[in-house]
């Protein structure tokens, strides 16, 4: 890209939570920015649609959201201050056959005295994390390549990474709910159990959990998506939806180019114009196992045996540790599981906007291999009816969409990939390339943003954010980011 003449300082490619974060972050630094979506709605996997029945608002890919209001650059924006968030007194909890469940409380304590004899272990495990939550947070959001601010909670964390993410992992406790529990937050990875990667982020999740809470957005998830857009037009920048970018000489001349795809769509985009060398580079990325999902439109909420799963804003359905990893493990080895790991969030009831009055809506996936074009409806709902006899009888209305299909709404969904690229400990430190710098690319001007970049995945804005600083530093001189807060001007 060159320095040409036109209206516009910076383009951005891809209306995502990281699309939308780099966007506006350039606009409060006083820029010009024009956004293109090649879909009719913005924020790509963080939007909110009538997927079954009309009145009943699902959320297309995240429900959840932990880094919410861990995210630096949320925090900085001031999520909390510009949409609602209801934060469920019990973050997630585990059903396990017989009636029993796993509970994790927002409160640790709380979550410590309910697990027993292995209630102590579990306090020993968290409590140095969640006394020093916001320091975990920046180290698990920052790229592995930089001195680590906070070397005591990196030691402590990297102890406990170590040991949940190896044989090991079972050796703290003495009963099923409390390995159970933990293995049913590792597996959002979607990698082999135990690894010391999904150790990683499963266990910054499991810390979020009793910090700041699994907040649910009130509206859906298209609402932490919509407060971005309504900033970014705010400071002047604007939106132009229904419009595919298919190759860089389509776009109109800028100075910066932010482009919140993955490698594969950088090199679609790109072609020729990269250096053979990075070109190798971006090739070599791996992408991950996939998910597919169900969206339900019930008449009842889900009549789970264990009356405290009622109060969950997230529920991990695969019963125990062994019959979670068992599942996890199959996918793995590009394997469909028979018992599959069903990961379910219950929307409405903290906010019953979503669905008419009296209704429920539920989001589910499972995780099935790379490219699967398997529907999974009747797997998911078998699984859940496990758990919560009679759960059949609550449907309504369902959507299914299979891994392929998940692809074809996303292509930063390589064969169903939700987080963008593989999370292997070898990947979160060459995302996708080995660089302090991993957000600049050889072309000048051209950022890449997207998941697929420090930290990865996740529904947290900072790959846009750190591309967006990245390229105010070297397109414009700017060594600090402008103030993101609401009521700023940037």
């Not at 009816?385 to 009888?393: K, L, M, S, V």
């Given at each position: 890209m060159t320095a040409a003449p036109s209206d516009v300082d910076v383009i951005v490619v891809g209306s995502g939570p990281n699309g939308l974060a780099g966007a506006v972050t350039m606009a409060r630094a006083g820029l010009t920015v024009r956004v293109y979506e090649k879909e009719s709605y913005i924020g790509g996997g963080a939007s909110t649609r009538e997927l079954t029945l009309p009145g009943f608002l699902h959320d297309v890919c995240s429900a959840v959201h932990p880094m919410a209001l861990a995210s630096e650059f949320f925090r900085r924006f001031g999520l909390s201050e510009r949409i609602g968030l209801a934060v469920p007194d019990i973050s997630y909890g585990h059903p396990l056959p017989g009636g029993n469940a796993g509970i994790a409380w927002h409160d640790l304590e709380r979550t410590a005295a309910g697990l027993g004899v292995d209630g102590p272990a579990w306090r020993n495990l968290f409590a140095p994390l969640v006394e020093h939550s916001r320091q975990v947070a920046e180290l698990t959001g920052d790229q592995l390549l930089r001195i680590p601010a906070h070397p005591a909670t990196l030691i402590r964390f990297g102890l406990r990474v170590l040991e949940q993410g190896s044989p090991l992992w079972n050796l703290r406790f003495s009963r099923e709910v409390a390995p159970a529990m933990l293995t049913g937050v590792f597996a959002h990875s979607i990698r082999k159990l135990p690894s010391l990667a999904t150790a990683g982020a499963g266990l910054t999740l499991a810390t979020f959990a009793h910090s700041v809470g699994w907040p649910v957005p009130l509206g859906g998830s298209g609402s932490i998506t919509q407060a971005m857009a309504d900033d970014l037009i705010a400071h002047g920048g604007e939106i132009v939806t229904d419009r595919y970018i298919q190759r860089l000489d389509e776009l109109p001349p800028a100075r910066v180019v932010l482009l919140d795809v993955t490698p594969r769509g950088l090199l679609r985009l790109a072609g020729e114009e990269l250096p053979p060398g990075y070109r190798r580079t971006l090739r070599a990325f791996r992408y991950g196992n996939a998910v597919a999902k169900v969206d339900y439109a019930l008449s009842d909420p889900v009549p789970w045996q264990n009356p405290d799963l009622h109060r969950a804003g997230t529920v991990h359905v695969g019963g125990t540790r062994a019959e979670i990893a068992r599942a996890e493990n199959a996918v793995a080895r590009g394997r469909h599981a028979e018992d599959p790991y069903v990961l379910v969030s219950q929307p409405t009831l903290f906010d019953p906007s979503r669905a008419p009055e009296g209704k429920q809506v539920l989001w589910a996936y499972t995780h099935v291999p790379n490219n699967s074009g398997l529907d999974q409806r009747e797997q998911v709902t078998r699984q859940i009816e496990r758990f919560a006899p009679g759960f059949r009888d609550t449907i309504l209305a369902t959507s299914s969409r299979t891994a392929?299909?998940?692809?074809?709404?996303?292509?930063?969904?390589?064969?169903?990939?939700?987080?963008?690229?593989?999370?292997?400990?070898?990947?979160?430190?060459?995302?996708?390339?080995?660089?302090?710098?991993?957000?600049?690319?050889?072309?000048?001007?051209?950022?890449?943003?997207?998941?697929?970049?420090?930290?990865?995945?996740?529904?947290?804005?900072?790959?846009?954010?750190?591309?967006?600083?990245?390229?105010?530093?070297?397109?414009?001189?700017?060594?600090?980011?402008?103030?993101?807060?609401?009521?700023?001007?940037?």
């Amino acid at each position: 890209m060159t320095a040409a003449p036109s209206d516009v300082d910076v383009i951005v490619v891809g209306s995502g939570p990281n699309g939308l974060a780099g966007a506006v972050t350039m606009a409060r630094a006083g820029l010009t920015v024009r956004v293109y979506e090649k879909e009719s709605y913005i924020g790509g996997g963080a939007s909110t649609r009538e997927l079954t029945l009309p009145g009943f608002l699902h959320d297309v890919c995240s429900a959840v959201h932990p880094m919410a209001l861990a995210s630096e650059f949320f925090r900085r924006f001031g999520l909390s201050e510009r949409i609602g968030l209801a934060v469920p007194d019990i973050s997630y909890g585990h059903p396990l056959p017989g009636g029993n469940a796993g509970i994790a409380w927002h409160d640790l304590e709380r979550t410590a005295a309910g697990l027993g004899v292995d209630g102590p272990a579990w306090r020993n495990l968290f409590a140095p994390l969640v006394e020093h939550s916001r320091q975990v947070a920046e180290l698990t959001g920052d790229q592995l390549l930089r001195i680590p601010a906070h070397p005591a909670t990196l030691i402590r964390f990297g102890l406990r990474v170590l040991e949940q993410g190896s044989p090991l992992w079972n050796l703290r406790f003495s009963r099923e709910v409390a390995p159970a529990m933990l293995t049913g937050v590792f597996a959002h990875s979607i990698r082999k159990l135990p690894s010391l990667a999904t150790a990683g982020a499963g266990l910054t999740l499991a810390t979020f959990a009793h910090s700041v809470g699994w907040p649910v957005p009130l509206g859906g998830s298209g609402s932490i998506t919509q407060a971005m857009a309504d900033d970014l037009i705010a400071h002047g920048g604007e939106i132009v939806t229904d419009r595919y970018i298919q190759r860089l000489d389509e776009l109109p001349p800028a100075r910066v180019v932010l482009l919140d795809v993955t490698p594969r769509g950088l090199l679609r985009l790109a072609g020729e114009e990269l250096p053979p060398g990075y070109r190798r580079t971006l090739r070599a990325f791996r992408y991950g196992n996939a998910v597919a999902k169900v969206d339900y439109a019930l008449s009842d909420p889900v009549p789970w045996q264990n009356p405290d799963l009622h109060r969950a804003g997230t529920v991990h359905v695969g019963g125990t540790r062994a019959e979670i990893a068992r599942a996890e493990n199959a996918v793995a080895r590009g394997r469909h599981a028979e018992d599959p790991y069903v990961l379910v969030s219950q929307p409405t009831l903290f906010d019953p906007s979503r669905a008419p009055e009296g209704k429920q809506v539920l989001w589910a996936y499972t995780h099935v291999p790379n490219n699967s074009g398997l529907d999974q409806r009747e797997q998911v709902t078998r699984q859940i009816e496990r758990f919560a006899p009679g759960f059949r009888d609550t449907i309504l209305a369902t959507s299914s969409r299979t891994a392929r299909d998940l692809e074809n709404h996303d292509p930063n969904y390589v064969g169903g990939d939700i987080a963008a690229g593989e999370v292997t400990m070898a990947q979160l430190v060459k995302r996708p390339v080995l660089s302090t710098d991993p957000w600049r690319t050889p072309l000048p001007g051209v950022y890449l943003c997207s998941s697929s970049t420090p930290p990865g995945p996740g529904v947290h804005g900072l790959c846009g954010w750190r591309a967006a600083l990245s390229a105010l530093k070297h397109e414009f001189g700017l060594a600090e980011g402008p103030d993101l807060s609401p009521g700023s001007k940037g």
